[in-house]
C-alpha cells in the first residue's frame, strides 16, 4: 500500500501537476494508511496497557506465593 502511494506521488510529480487525478488519488491512499497506522497505534496501545496490569497481577500472585511458601516453614516443626 506504502509504495503504491509512493509510485502516485512519483507519477503526479514527474508530470509536474499535469496529473491531478494522481495526486488525488496518492491522496486518498494515504488517508486510508493513515487511518491504519491510527487504528494499530490504539490497539497497541490498548495490548500494552492489559499486558502492564496482568504484569502487575502477576507480581502480586508471585508476592503472595512467596509469602505463603514462608508462613509453610514457619509452621512446620523443625527435623533432626
Do not use: F, W, Y
Not at 499486558?51 to 503472595?64: F, G, S, W
Amino acid at each position: 500500500m506504502i509504495s503504491n502511494v509512493s509510485n502516485k506521488l512519483v507519477e503526479a510529480d514527474q508530470d509536474s501537476g499535469k496529473n491531478m487525478e494522481a495526486v488525488k488519488a496518492a491522496r486518498v491512499m494515504l488517508s486510508a494508511v493513515n487511518e491504519k497506522l491510527n487504528e494499530t497505534a490504539k490497539i497497541l496501545a490498548a495490548v500494552k496497557q492489559q499486558k502492564e496490569k496482568l504484569h502487575q497481577k502477576l507480581q502480586k500472585l508471585k508476592a503472595k506465593a512467596a509469602e505463603c511458601r514462608k508462613d509453610e516453614s514457619k509452621s512446620k516443626p523443625a527435623k533432626r
